[in-house]
Antibody
Framework: QVQLVESGGGLVKPGGSLRLSCAAS????????MSWIRQAPGKGLEWVSY????????YYADSVKGRFTISRDNAKNSLYLQMNSLRAEDTAVYYC????????WGQGTLVTVSS | EIVLTQSPATLSLSPGERATLSCRAS??????LAWYQQKPGQAPRLLIY???NRATGIPARFSGSGSGTDFTLTISSLEPEDFAVYYC?????????FGQGTRLEIK
């Protein structure tokens, strides 16, 4: 069965960095577009970034452009999100999802940006 | 950026009743609209994609309709497990956007 497992979240100070990972199984990872979507505590959903199956097409939300980098390793069935210059408003649960549209989601990993 | 406006914000109904949720887009999204259900502490679950197609394993009581700017999610007869928050999402233009959600609560 399809499984997506995120890791790498935690508490970080403003201006700090984190790298999120998403391990995929149960499907041919290299065939699918993938996305990162986040949800601030008690709030709605926000698309963060999107990467095509080969990695040749990438999009970012304006709120993270220039600070976050999405990447994938199809040989390792893994998706990544490098997050730099983190701000308090980046505090959220980060989900990886198989696209498009997102039909399978991971359980999420919590990122807390606070001093 | 395309803005999706969901109404009502909260819907109070009883099990067995029919639920009608609305999603309006600020510009046409063709049929590239999806609906999700989210329960507390859980990831969203895809219900409907491309406006009217049920996702795998979704019960027939869930249906979607609409195109262009106006969309509807209908739950024909509410089951106790259907009380949750529902989001619409468009993938017509990047950035993909979500509506603010409709909370479906037990009356």
């Amino acid at each position: 069965q399809v499984q997506l497992v995120e890791s790498g979240g935690g508490l970080v100070k403003p201006g700090g960095s984190l790298r999120l990972s998403c391990a995929a199984s149960g499907f041919t990872f290299s065939d699918y577009y993938m996305s990162w979507i986040r949800q601030a505590p008690g709030k709605g959903l926000e698309w963060v970034s999107y990467i095509s199956s080969s990695g040749s097409t990438i999009y970012y939300a304006d709120s993270v452009k220039g600070r976050f980098t999405i990447s994938r390793d199809n040989a390792k069935n893994s998706l990544y999100l490098q997050m730099n210059s983190l701000r308090a408003e980046d505090t959220a649960v980060y989900y990886c999802a198989r696209d498009s549209p997102p039909d399978y989601w991971g359980q999420g990993t919590l990122v807390t940006v606070s001093s | 950026e395309i803005v999706l406006t969901q109404s009502p914000a909260t819907l109070s109904l009883s099990p067995g009743e029919r639920a009608t949720l609305s999603c309006r887009a600020s510009q046409s999204v063709s049929s590239y609209l999806a609906w999700y259900q989210q329960k507390p502490g859980q990831a969203p679950r895809l219900l409907i994609y491309d406006a009217s197609n049920r996702a795998t394993g979704i019960p027939a009581r869930f249906s979607g309709s609409g195109s262009g700017t106006d969309f509807t999610l209908t739950i024909s007869s509410l089951e106790p497990e259907d009380f949750a928050v529902y989001y619409c999402q468009q993938r017509s233009n990047w950035p993909s956007t979500f509506g603010q959600g409709t909370r479906l609560e037990i009356k």
